[in-house]
């Protein structure tokens, strides 16, 4: 069963409801994060999943874009917006429909789990399969006992590490 619109809109009435900011986990998990994006130059740049935030701000790239399904979570967001940086209120099932963009980097971090996309998995494929370019840098971030997608890409690197009271695994593919 999803997770209801409503119970995610209030859980997102506080600006960083998971403490991503001040807890040490997350502060470890962003960082490896971002050592992990092949160092390449990135034109565009896609972060689903990304709350208020925390990891979208620091991505590479010339034009970066971070979508959330919740507005509140986008509304707290919008205080990072730049030339470089713009939040918009999106579901992963509904990217296709707000942006015609394609992506030479997208990061999707604590959204795959089934609480967020049910028995999806092949309709996520299709949807990252549009909108990641030829050559282009998946990666996926997300607690391993949770996780239940696999990407039909060829895997660059694969790498766990703890989190909180779970084991992470960060996969980085190439399309």
Same mark, same amino acid.
């Given at each position: 069963?999803?997770?209801?619109?409503?119970?995610?809109?209030?859980?997102?009435?506080?600006?960083?409801?998971?403490?991503?900011?001040?807890? #040490?986990? $997350?502060?470890?998990? @962003? =960082?490896?994060?971002? =050592?992990?994006? #092949?160092?390449?130059? %990135?034109?565009?740049?896609? $972060?689903?999943?990304?709350?208020?935030?925390?990891?979208?701000?620091? !991505?590479?790239?010339?034009?970066?874009?971070?979508?959330?399904?919740?507005?509140?979570?986008?509304?707290?967001? @919008?205080?990072?917006? =730049?030339?470089?940086?713009?939040?918009?209120?999106? &579901?992963?099932?509904?990217?296709?429909?707000?942006?015609?963009?394609? *992506?030479? !980097?997208?990061?999707?971090?604590?959204? !795959?789990? =089934?609480?967020?996309?049910?028995? &999806?998995?092949? +309709?996520?494929? @299709?949807?990252? $399969?549009?909108? !990641?370019?030829?050559?282009?840098?998946? +990666?996926?971030?997300?607690?391993?006992?949770? *996780?239940?997608?696999?990407? #039909?890409? +060829?895997?660059?690197?694969?790498? %766990?590490? &703890?989190?909180? $009271?779970?084991?992470?695994?960060?996969?980085?593919?190439?399309?």
């Amino acid at each position: 069963m999803l997770q209801p619109q409503k119970e995610l809109e209030t859980f997102y009435q506080n600006y960083d409801p998971w403490d991503y900011e001040t807890t #040490p986990h $997350d502060q470890t998990r @962003k =960082s490896i994060i971002l =050592s992990e994006i #092949p160092q390449r130059q %990135y034109q565009n740049v896609l $972060d689903i999943g990304c709350g208020h935030g925390f990891i979208t701000r620091e !991505l590479p790239g010339t034009q970066i874009t971070g979508f959330d399904v919740s507005a509140n979570a986008i509304n707290h967001a @919008k205080q990072f917006e =730049s030339n470089r940086i713009k939040f918009m209120q999106s &579901s992963i099932f509904q990217i296709p429909k707000n942006t015609q963009d394609t *992506y030479d !980097l997208i990061t999707i971090t604590g959204v !795959l789990y =089934s609480q967020y996309i049910g028995k &999806s998995v092949n +309709l996520i494929y @299709k949807i990252v $399969d549009r909108i !990641l370019r030829e050559d282009g840098i998946l +990666l996926c971030c997300h607690i391993n006992d949770w *996780y239940i997608v696999r990407f #039909p890409y +060829l895997m660059l690197d694969c790498y %766990y590490f &703890s989190y909180r $009271d779970y084991t992470q695994k960060l996969e980085v593919y190439i399309k």
